[in-house]
């Protein structure tokens, strides 16, 4: 196939959401009033007649100019809305009216003569707005061709990929998206570098423009690049649920032929998952999310690559692909913020806040920390939530500690995996230098429970931040089963209770003395004590009692958005 059909095939596919969408009987009413107008300028103008216009005697002759204005804005409007076919049926109705005006002029009618300039002025002034519009269309076009094509690949991109679904339901015709993730590209970037990245795109890409272009897949298909490793299918004109499984199939068949990009070869699999309208989703943007989604499973379940349709039991079964997506989607587009909740001595005196992670979904509703921390671990993402909140937060802290000159603690959450990265410390410089935030207002919080799983190897980490001047925390103090031992030789600085032993301490005097023995330990060891989730002034008092030194919990402060707390900096 050549490549002007190519070319012709995919564009008519981008050309179907720009179509002109004035309708065709609106021409044909056009034409029909500039007729009717032309007919009557015609026996107006030679006619003697007295009409009644609203109970008024007038001469028929004296509407000609009315008739006239009406056929030239019919002519006008021809041109503007109709374009090249407006244009040419202008030009044959003036050419009607012009040449028996030319006739009587060469034949020495003077009266002709006015009509002769009419209808000469209304023919250029159509041929120059003709010119004036293909002009403005042209670099409308340019401009829209643009803004709807991804520009290292030259594929279509994802507002494409919208435009088209939405023109497809706006016609109510079936068609399929499929999300096409390459598997491991990341892991190839960040050992190749990432203009080998860009040559692996641009070659997929072209790989599967020309499937498409080839017509060999059977459907009508269109490809689009959209993001990362990201690329999309359209796919119409498919006849059983196997036709489109097939025409998949193609896409990822051609993928196990290698690619050679600076004499290394490349064989990539990919994740794809698809969802289809009518059957998923009657919007596009439903219709992308459950592509998603099944991509998600599809890449949970292989790693290596597979083609897995969308049903509504994928998220029912599998909540935790959903959240991971909804991570994913927070981490990429800004939707990963931080609240502060504060934390007080006995005394109610302000000792500082608690930096915690919050993300917003595609629609602005809120998910839990208790639900999106396990799974961004499980995900590997929970490194990038730590860095956006710890960024973030000292950014803010920093600058405020500054103005308010003051010198309260900012307590972040680092999980043990992101504590154990190599570049860990000279994030913590780089940080700490953007954000002006002092080394010795900040505490690092580390969950108890997962750290001595890895205490050997953390250990060595925890003294080079210790060093830098930072505190350290052990989080959730008392469910990891830590040991006398290893707690005294263990270098933190603070260890907070967890909330499920305070909780306890309304139960009975067994769970109080339990965590009056904890503060006690904590004081033995040289540790300072919080307590968290300290909701009611019971409990409140009885770690009065037990000379514990600070609180966190919603009866002093709940987690605060970062301008709340900046008030509450200020009051204090
Ligand atoms: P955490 O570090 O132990 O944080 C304290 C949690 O207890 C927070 O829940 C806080 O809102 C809640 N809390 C505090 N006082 C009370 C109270 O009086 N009553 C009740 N019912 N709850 C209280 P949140 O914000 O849902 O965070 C849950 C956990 O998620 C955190 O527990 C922490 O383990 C994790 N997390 C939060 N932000 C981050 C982060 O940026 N990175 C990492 N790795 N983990 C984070
Ligand atoms: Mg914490
Ligand atoms: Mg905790």
Same mark, same amino acid.
């Given at each position: 196939?050549?490549?002007?059909?190519?070319?012709?095939?995919?564009?008519?596919?981008?050309?179907?959401?720009?179509?002109?969408?004035?309708?065709?009987?609106?021409?044909?009413?056009?034409?029909?009033?500039?007729?009717?107008?032309?007919?009557?300028?015609?026996?107006?103008?030679?006619?003697?007649?007295?009409?009644?216009?609203?109970?008024?005697?007038?001469?028929?002759?004296?509407?000609?100019?009315?008739?006239?204005?009406?056929?030239?804005?019919?002519?006008?409007?021809?041109?503007?809305?109709?374009?090249?076919?407006?244009?040419?049926?202008?030009?044959?109705?003036?050419?009607?009216?012009?040449?028996?005006?030319?006739?009587?002029?060469?034949?020495?009618?003077?009266?002709?003569?006015?009509?002769?300039?009419?209808?000469?002025?209304?023919?250029?002034?159509?041929?120059?707005?003709?010119?004036?519009?293909?002009?403005?269309?042209?670099?409308?076009?340019?401009?829209?061709?643009?803004?709807?094509?991804?520009?290292?690949?030259?594929?279509?991109?994802?507002?494409?990929?919208?435009?088209?679904?939405?023109?497809?339901?706006?016609?109510?015709?079936?068609?399929?998206?499929?999300?096409?993730?390459?598997?491991?590209?990341?892991?190839?970037?960040?050992?190749?570098?990432?203009?080998?990245?860009?040559?692996?795109?641009?070659?997929?890409?072209?790989?599967?423009?020309?499937?498409?272009?080839?017509?060999?897949?059977?459907?009508?298909?269109?490809?689009?690049?959209?993001?990362?490793?990201?690329?999309?299918?359209?796919?119409?004109?498919?006849?059983?649920?196997?036709?489109?499984?097939?025409?998949?199939?193609?896409?990822?068949?051609?993928?196990?032929?290698?690619?050679?990009?600076?004499?290394?070869?490349?064989? =990539?699999?990919? +994740? !794809?998952?698809?969802?289809? $309208?009518?059957?998923? @989703?009657?919007?596009?943007?439903? *219709? #992308?999310?459950?592509?998603?989604?099944?991509?998600?499973?599809?890449?949970?379940?292989?790693?290596?690559?597979?083609?897995?349709?969308?049903?509504?039991?994928?998220?029912?079964?599998?909540?935790?692909?959903?959240?991971?997506?909804?991570?994913?989607?927070?981490?990429?587009?800004?939707?990963?913020?931080?609240?502060?909740?504060?934390?007080?001595?006995?005394?109610?005196?302000?000792?500082?806040?608690?930096?915690?992670?919050?993300?917003?979904?595609?629609?602005?509703?809120?998910?839990?920390?208790?639900?999106?921390?396990?799974?961004?671990?499980?995900?590997? =993402?929970?490194? +990038? !939530?730590?860095?956006?909140? $710890?960024?973030?937060? @000292?950014?803010?802290?920093?600058? *405020? #500690?500054?103005?308010?000159?003051?010198?309260?603690?900012?307590?972040?959450?680092?999980?043990?995996?992101?504590?154990?990265?190599?570049?860990?410390?000279?994030?913590?410089?780089?940080?700490?230098?953007?954000?002006?935030?002092?080394?010795?207002?900040?505490?690092?919080?580390?969950?108890?429970?997962?750290?001595?799983?890895?205490?050997?190897?953390?250990?060595?980490?925890?003294?080079?931040?210790?060093?830098?001047?930072?505190?350290?925390?052990?989080?959730?103090?008392?469910?990891?089963?830590?040991?006398?031992?290893?707690?005294?030789?263990?270098?933190?600085?603070?260890?907070?209770?967890?909330?499920?032993?305070?909780?306890?301490?309304?139960?009975?005097?067994?769970?109080?003395?339990?965590?009056?023995?904890?503060?006690?330990?904590?004081?033995?060891?040289?540790?300072?004590?919080?307590?968290?989730?300290?909701?009611?002034?019971?409990?409140?008092?009885?770690?009065?009692?037990?000379?514990?030194?600070?609180?966190?919990?919603?009866?002093?402060?709940?987690?605060?958005?970062?301008?709340?707390?900046?008030?509450?900096?200020?009051?204090?």
């Amino acid at each position: 196939m050549s490549i002007i059909n190519h070319k012709s095939r995919r564009e008519r596919m981008l050309d179907e959401f720009s179509k002109n969408n004035f309708p065709v009987w609106g021409f044909f009413l056009l034409l029909a009033i500039y007729l009717v107008g032309a007919y009557f300028v015609r026996i107006s103008s030679s006619s003697t007649r007295i009409v009644f216009l609203m109970g008024q005697p007038l001469p028929l002759r004296s509407l000609t100019g009315a008739f006239s204005s009406i056929f030239n804005l019919c002519v006008v409007l021809m041109v503007v809305i109709y374009k090249k076919p407006g244009l040419f049926v202008s030009l044959i109705a003036i050419a009607v009216q012009y040449i028996p005006i030319v006739i009587s002029l060469i034949q020495g009618d003077a009266t002709a003569i006015t009509g002769f300039f009419v209808n000469s002025f209304i023919i250029i002034t159509v041929l120059l707005l003709y010119k004036y519009i293909a002009k403005m269309e042209k670099s409308q076009e340019k401009m829209r061709n643009l803004a709807v094509t991804d520009r290292l690949t030259g594929l279509p991109n994802r507002f494409a990929v919208s435009e088209l679904s939405d023109a497809r339901i706006k016609k109510n015709e079936p068609f399929a998206v499929a999300i096409v993730s390459l598997n491991n590209f990341k892991g190839i970037t960040n050992a190749l570098g990432q203009q080998v990245g860009d040559q692996i795109l641009i070659q997929i890409g072209k790989r599967w423009q020309s499937l498409a272009d080839s017509g060999k897949t059977g459907t009508k298909d269109l490809v689009a690049f959209r993001k990362n490793n990201e690329f999309a299918v359209v796919v119409s004109d498919y006849v059983s649920e196997d036709d489109l499984y097939n025409t998949l199939a193609c896409y990822e068949e051609a993928l196990r032929e290698k690619l050679i990009i600076d004499n290394c070869d490349f064989t =990539l699999t990919a +994740s !794809i998952g698809y969802s289809s $309208f009518p059957e998923d @989703a009657y919007n596009t943007e439903t *219709l #992308l999310n459950n592509a998603y989604t099944a991509m998600y499973k599809a890449y949970k379940t292989t790693h290596s690559g597979c083609i897995v349709r969308f049903t509504p039991d994928i998220i029912e079964n599998d909540a935790s692909i959903e959240i991971e997506r909804k991570i994913r989607y927070a981490l990429e587009n800004g939707h990963v913020y931080f609240n502060l909740q504060p934390q007080y001595d006995m005394n109610h005196k302000l000792r500082g806040f608690e930096a915690l992670a919050r993300i917003k979904d595609v629609n602005g509703k809120q998910i839990s920390p208790v639900d999106f921390i396990p799974v961004a671990e499980k995900a590997g =993402l929970v490194d +990038s !939530i730590d860095r956006e909140v $710890f960024s973030s937060a @000292a950014k803010f802290f920093g600058g *405020l #500690l500054k103005k308010k000159n003051s010198d309260l603690t900012l307590s972040v959450n680092i999980s043990v995996h992101h504590l154990l990265r190599m570049n860990f410390i000279e994030e913590i410089h780089e940080i700490l230098a953007s954000s002006g935030l002092p080394a010795k207002n900040l505490e690092i919080e580390i969950t108890e429970s997962v750290m001595i799983e890895s205490v050997e190897k953390a250990m060595d980490r925890i003294k080079q931040i210790k060093e830098m001047g930072i505190s350290i925390a052990i989080d959730d103090f008392g469910t990891g089963y830590s040991s006398l031992s290893y707690l005294s030789n263990f270098p933190a600085d603070v260890i907070k209770i967890d909330r499920s032993f305070i909780m306890n301490m309304s139960s009975g005097i067994e769970a109080k003395r339990y965590v009056a023995a904890i503060i006690a330990i904590g004081h033995i060891m040289k540790y300072k004590v919080i307590a968290e989730g300290v909701e009611t002034q019971n409990q409140l008092e009885n770690l009065g009692e037990a000379g514990n030194d600070f609180i966190q919990g919603f009866l002093w402060g709940k987690p605060l958005e970062a301008e709340e707390a900046a008030k509450l900096i200020a009051e204090a």
